[in-house]
Each structure stands twice: as C-alpha cells, then as structure tokens.
C-alpha cells in the first residue's frame, strides 16, 4: 500500500501542478511561431510573415481564429465563483481593401474550447452562434467592431464591446484614447489600417474588465476606454479556458492582423516594444498595385537582404572564430539567449577606447558602443577573479534575462574574455540621475520630473521584488544606478551585479556589497540583503532627489560626515521637514506634497526592516494620481517609530556608516 499511496501522492502533485501553471508570454512578432507549438491556428488563421492573418481575401465567406496552445487557469475547480486575473496587450490592424465597404473587425477570445459550437462560419466574427436565444456557455469576447449592424444595437462601425456568448454586446463603447493633458477622451478611426494598440485588465476578483485602446505611438492612456463590472461574467468563464483571437468576413475584403501579443496572469505584462512593428496602410489609389502586394514585396526584399547579410555574417564568424575568439567553455553555451563576440563588442567600441569611455566605478568601467546594425549600446566590463563565481553568476542571470520591464535598463547580452564579463545593455541617452541633481547646475532636473523618475523607479523596484515568482532583489539601489532615457523616465540598472561580488571570495565569508551611505543598517550585522533593504537604499534615493543633497556629505563646520537622513529626520521632529526639500526647485512644489514624498523617504529608511513600507505600497503612492493624497496618517505613523529610536543608541546614522568597502576592489 505504501509506494501506492506516495505514487498516487506524486501523481496528483504532477496534476495539481500542470493545471495551475501560470501563464506569462510575449509575441513582439510572430516570426518562427509554428502552428501546433506556439499557436493552435483554426481554419483560414495563417501566419503572415511577422503576424498573423485572421481571414482569407480570396474566398467569399471565411474566418479565422488562432489561440495560445496552453490554457488560462480561471478557477480553482469548476463549481468555484472565483475568478482568476490577467492581463493582455495586443496590436492589431484592420484594413479595408474599400474603405467605404462593410466592416468586420476582429475579436480577443476567452473559450473553452478552440472551435466553439454552432460558430457562424462567416459572421459574428467567427466564434457565436445565431440561436435567437444564446444560452449561458464559457465564451467571453472583446470586439473590436469595425462595422455597423443596427440589429445587434451597435452604435456605430467603430466600436468595442463585451459579449458574454452573445453577439450583441452587453456594453460597447466607441473607439477613443483618454487623454490626460486635456482630460477629455480623443476619438480614432480604428479601420484604416494603423496599428492600434489594446490593453485588457481582467480582474476577477471584482468582476471586472477594462479595455483601453489607443493608436500606436500614443502610450498607454491612464483611464481605460471601456469598463465593464457584473459577477455575471463568472458563468461565461469555465476552469481552464483557451485565450486568442477570431474574424470573420463575408464577400467583401478586410484584412484582420494581430501584429504583437503579450499576456500574463502572473503579474506584470511583459510589454510589447512598438517600434519595429510593420504597418499597413490604405494605398493612395494612383498605384496599380494592392498594398499587400507592396507590403509583400518591401518584406521579401528586406528579408533578402537579412538572409544575405546573416549568411555572410556566420561565414564570416565560422572563418575568424578560432583565431580571434576566446575559448568558449562548454557551460557558457548554456546560459543566455545572445554572446556578442570580443571581436564585435572590441569593434563597437573602437578598441575599447577612452573616446567610449562613458564611466567607471561601481563595478567596472563602461563603454558606449555601436552596433553594426548602427544600435547604440552600453557595454560594461565587470572584472572578477574566479571563474566559479562567473559561473554561479551567470546561471543567476539566466533568469533574469527574462525580467523586462519599462523601467529596467534592458540587458541584451554578454560576452567573457577571460574573467573579464562583459555585458551589452540598452544606452540610455541622458545618463545617470545623480548627475542631473548634483553636476548640472544649468540644467537641474525639475520637480515633476524629480517625481515623475522616482515613481519610475518604484515601479521597476516593485516589478523586481513582486511582479515576477521569485523576489529578485537589486542590492545596490543608490542614484548612480538609475539612468534617464530619451524620455527623461528613469530607469534601474544593474540589477542582481552586486550578487557576483557576494559568491564568497573567502570562504564562509559573505561580504556585504552595495554602497556606503545606501546600506540599511540592518546589514552591518545579518549581511543578508531583502527586499526591505532596498526599500532602504530606495529611500535614501527619495531623500537625496527630494534635497539635493548627498546622502553623506562632508559638513563645512565640523569636520565630520553628515548623514542626509539624520539630517531630514531631526528636521522632522522638528516639524520643520518641509525646510529640508531642494530651494533650487521651491517655486515649482507644493508644501503638502514635498512633505509627503519627504515623509514617503523617511518611511523607507525607517531602522526596522519590518516596519518599512513595501514596494508595492511606495509605488501605489508615487504612481498614484495625487502624490499629496497618500494614506497621511500611514506615512506619519511609519516617518519615524517614534523618537526612542534615536535614543536608543541604535542611531541609523552611526549603522549607516558601517565599515564595508564602498566598491569592490576590481
Ligand atoms: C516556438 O516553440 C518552440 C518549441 O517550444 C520554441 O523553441 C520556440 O522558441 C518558439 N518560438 C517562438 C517565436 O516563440
Ligand atoms: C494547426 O494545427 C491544428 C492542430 O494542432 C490543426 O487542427 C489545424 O488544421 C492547423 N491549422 C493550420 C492552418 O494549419
Ligand atoms: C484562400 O483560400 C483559397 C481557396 O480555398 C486557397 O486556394 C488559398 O490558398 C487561400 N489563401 C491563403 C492565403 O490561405
Ligand atoms: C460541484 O457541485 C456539484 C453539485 O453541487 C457536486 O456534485 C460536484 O461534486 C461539485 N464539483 C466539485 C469539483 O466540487
Ligand atoms: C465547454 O462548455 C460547454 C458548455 O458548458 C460544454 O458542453 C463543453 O463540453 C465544454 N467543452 C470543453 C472542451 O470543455
Ligand atoms: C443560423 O445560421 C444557419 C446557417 O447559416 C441558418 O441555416 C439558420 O437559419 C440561422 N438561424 C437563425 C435563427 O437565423
Ligand atoms: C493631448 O491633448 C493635448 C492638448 O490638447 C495635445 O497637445 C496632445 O497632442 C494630445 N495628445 C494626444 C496623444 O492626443
Ligand atoms: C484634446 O486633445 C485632442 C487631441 O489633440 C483634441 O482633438 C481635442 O479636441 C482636445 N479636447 C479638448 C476638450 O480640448
Ligand atoms: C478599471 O478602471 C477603473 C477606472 O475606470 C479603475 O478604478 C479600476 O481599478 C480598473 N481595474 C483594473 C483591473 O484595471
Ligand atoms: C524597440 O525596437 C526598435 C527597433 O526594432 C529598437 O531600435 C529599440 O531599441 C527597441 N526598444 C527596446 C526598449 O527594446
């Protein structure tokens, strides 16, 4: 009975664990997906070079659907009324071939099952049924209605809509991005073939669906264009239910493409980059040629010319390889999606020169580099003295390969010479954050902007500790680590550098890594840094971006460092905190606000770990619409556990200064 029992055990974990296993995926295009693998394509569904085809032009009546291969787990067993969320992003194109014919349009699809039954074969996009009366069966959709049919109440042909197994919707609205610099909703055509860009919030806990839609380019609008609330929605919702997308048509031509897809029901959604994506537009009716025939022969040239270029590129390779090339070691193979070359990464920087140079420190020097294909890059050289720790490192940046997120300085590869690791990130144009508040008095960084870069960083702090399965923890948050793109967004780099240093170099020693005047105090005694301990180091950032101040500065009377914190901290009990805030910037704050992100700081850095904020609530604040309408009395009560602390000996400012070496010797 025994080895029964432990079988049966394993079995039902076997079960238990492939039916809740989360969904999390991102198309940026649908080059090399493969019907069967990727995506389970049904009936006139093709792949398209890099999208994805809904209807057939060619046949009078036809339709299409394609879903995710894997099912959406929405409920923990079939009689359960809870509900699962995700989320979804999408970019699709729909283009008339007469801009004057009925319309079509396409829809996002919640099914369970691939070919629902009774589906029309050239209408009600190819997923419902005409019987009068729908009954209640697990198939939700989302239209995104390009035509009129006054017998489905729809209110005009350019509107989207919840259908619960129905085609006529039980709430539409019409296709429009809210935008917040006016506060007022902006209509757009979504039928002349410009990518528009969907985001679908499914909340089901509350019952909830919001869909925004806005053409791409717009970013994401901060109010949704549609919401839908009603617990109906749980009976149109089975335990497992496929995820994807269906069109239909009839005799006249609409071409339906999804060109990106991203989903997650883990968390934060891996976002879709927009740039590359290509685009179908009306032609002007001089060219004898169709547009697809256009668009087909422009694709096939550049894909030519691709297929050339990377033929003579790994020919290329294949001849200087041995000579040129470090040795690659078999383990190496194994980690990451990209190795740059030394060759390429010597070449993209001009030899490594000083011109390149952008910095050094922290954990190596940096260099601006230049892709071939003219992308710049940052490359940056971390030199470390055991190949073990490389290689322990390397296995733990595997996995962070796939962390992406808005405000993450993206990682696009690597490449090691020796024990020289050298990794290729994104270049972000504006530099560091410190350099904007402590080196240029000319052009000092505002206040909308100083908040704008620190919710920012919450964010992409808070998609590090929970927005992924397993916390990952950053250990050297400090404003040298924050980078400013084109935009002026901040962005986190660096993120999981500090563990390489901490692979003891001594045996049973785990040296603390990270930077003086940014170490929580609990770190001089555990040496074990958390999730709370970035919330520290993020605080000290707060206070430092809010004051203008180092975190440690040399004080002009006394001959000894001052610590930005204590400093703010005495200010506070004071009463006087808002005296504390940069006077270089006070025409453009408010005091209640600067009180608040002060007061948000001091929480962060609070000496008890426990009793610090967490990501998710910092960033709820900052990202939140009004900075100044955050839970008061929370951050009162959080700003200082109460004045023993400073008596107690336990002054942060004195653990703040613990004897750890700022920088590890390189
Ligand atoms: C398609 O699936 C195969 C097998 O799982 C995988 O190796 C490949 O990377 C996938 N392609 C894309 C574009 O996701
Ligand atoms: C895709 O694969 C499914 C089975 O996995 C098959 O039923 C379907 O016909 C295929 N579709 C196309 C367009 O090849
Ligand atoms: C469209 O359908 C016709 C007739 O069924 C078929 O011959 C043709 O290959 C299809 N076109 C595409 C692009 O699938
Ligand atoms: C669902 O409810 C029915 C009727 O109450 C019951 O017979 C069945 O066992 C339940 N199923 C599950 C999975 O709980
Ligand atoms: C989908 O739901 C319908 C209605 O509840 C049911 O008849 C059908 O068997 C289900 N299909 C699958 C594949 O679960
Ligand atoms: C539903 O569609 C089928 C096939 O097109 C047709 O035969 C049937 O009459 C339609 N039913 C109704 C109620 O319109
Ligand atoms: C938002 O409205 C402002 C003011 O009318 C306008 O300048 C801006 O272009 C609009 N933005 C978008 C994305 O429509
Ligand atoms: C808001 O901005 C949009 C886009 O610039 C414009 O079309 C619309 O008229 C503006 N609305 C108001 C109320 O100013
Ligand atoms: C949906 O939008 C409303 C505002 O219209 C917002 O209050 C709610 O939190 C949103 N829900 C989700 C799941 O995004
Ligand atoms: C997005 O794609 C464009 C072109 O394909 C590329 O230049 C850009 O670096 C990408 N951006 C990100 C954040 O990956």
């Not at 049924?129 to 017998?151: C, K, M, R, S």
């Not at 003579?312 to 070691?329: A, G, N, P, Q, V």
Request: hydrophobic fraction near 40%; include cysteine; charge should be negative.
């Amino acid at each position: 009975m025994q080895p029964f029992f432990f079988l049966l055990r394993i079995l039902f974990l076997l079960i238990f664990l492939s039916s809740t296993f989360a969904l999390d995926f991102l198309f940026n295009s649908f080059i090399g997906t493969a019907n069967g693998t990727n995506l389970t394509l049904i009936n006139d569904a093709r792949i398209d070079t890099s999208t994805i085809r809904l209807t057939n032009d060619s046949n009078q009546f036809s339709f299409g659907r394609f879903f995710y291969p894997t099912t959406l787990s929405m409920k923990p067993n079939s009689n359960s009324t809870s509900l699962s969320s995700f989320s979804t992003s999408f970019v699709f194109s729909v283009l008339p071939e007469i801009s004057t014919s009925p319309g079509f349009g396409l829809c996002f699809v919640l099914s369970n099952s691939t070919s629902p039954p009774g589906a029309l074969a050239s209408q009600y996009f190819g997923i419902f049924t005409n019987a009068t009366d729908p009954i209640v069966a697990p198939l939700l959709a989302i239209e995104f209605d390009t035509g009129q049919n006054p017998e489905f109440n729809d209110p005009d042909g350019n509107h989207i809509g919840i259908d619960l197994n129905n085609i006529i919707s039980a709430q539409t609205a019409p296709a429009q991005y809210f935008n917040s610099s006016n506060g007022s909703f902006v209509p757009f055509n979504m039928r002349t073939g410009q990518n528009v860009h969907a985001w679908i919030d499914f909340d089901g806990v509350n019952f909830e669906i919001n869909v925004t839609v806005a053409p791409v380019g717009v970013s994401r609008p901060p109010r949704p264009t549609l919401n839908y609330k009603n617990p109906l929605i749980a009976n149109y919702v089975s335990s497992e239910m496929f995820v994807g997308f269906s069109a239909s048509k009839t005799q006249w031509v609409e071409a339906q493409r999804v060109l990106a897809w991203s989903l997650s029901d883990t968390g934060v959604l891996r976002e879709i980059n927009t740039t590359g994506l290509p685009v179908f537009i009306i032609e002007s009716s001089s060219s004898s040629l169709s547009s697809g025939a256009i668009a087909g022969i422009v694709i096939g040239c550049v894909a030519f010319v691709i297929i050339c270029g990377s033929g003579c590129y790994l020919f290329w390779r294949k001849i200087f390889r041995e000579e040129s090339e470090d040795e690659i070691e078999d383990w190496e193979l194994e980690y990451w999606p990209h190795r740059f070359s030394y060759e390429e990464l010597k070449q993209a920087t001009n030899g490594f020169s000083n011109e390149n140079l952008l910095g050094s420190g922290g954990f190596g020097r940096v260099f601006k580099a230049k892709l071939p294909n003219n992308t710049e890059v940052a490359v940056k050289c971390v030199n470390h003295d055991s190949k073990q720790g490389l290689r322990e490192f390397m296995a733990e940046i595997e996995s962070m390969g796939r962390l992406q997120h808005k405000n993450l300085v993206q990682m696009r590869g690597w490449c090691r010479k020796g024990n020289e690791l050298m990794l290729v990130y994104d270049y972000m144009l504006n530099g560091s954050l410190n350099r904007w508040i402590f080196d240029k008095p000319q052009k000092l960084l505002g206040w909308r902007q100083r908040l704008l870069v620190l919710a920012d960083v919450a964010e992409g702090l808070n998609y590090l500790h929970h927005g992924w399965d397993q916390v990952v923890v950053h250990r050297d948050i400090k404003s040298s680590n924050i980078l400013l793109d084109s935009e002026m967004r901040g962005r986190l780099g660096d993120f999981g550098l500090a563990k390489l240093y901490e692979h003891g170099q001594v045996p049973k020693t785990t040296r603390v890594v990270g930077t003086l005047g940014y170490l929580a105090p609990e770190l001089a005694t555990v040496a074990v840094p958390t999730a709370a301990s970035d919330v520290y180091s993020f605080g000290v950032v707060v206070l430092e971006v809010v004051c203008g101040r180092r975190p440690l500065e040399m004080a002009m009377e006394k001959e000894e460092e001052q610590v930005l914190m204590d400093w703010v901290r005495e200010l506070y009990e004071e009463g006087r905190v808002r005296e504390a805030a940069d006077a270089r910037v006070q025409q453009e704050y408010e005091g209640e606000e600067v009180e608040m992100v002060l007061k948000l700081g001091l929480a962060c850095c609070h000496p008890d770990p426990l009793r610090r904020p967490t990501m998710k609530e910092v960033a709820a604040v900052l990202v939140g619409e009004e900075v100044a309408a955050a839970p008061a009395d929370l951050l009162n009560e959080l700003a200082y556990g109460g004045s023993t602390v400073g008596d107690d000996g336990s002054s942060v400012g004195e653990d703040s200064r613990v004897a750890v070496p700022p920088e590890p010797p390189m």
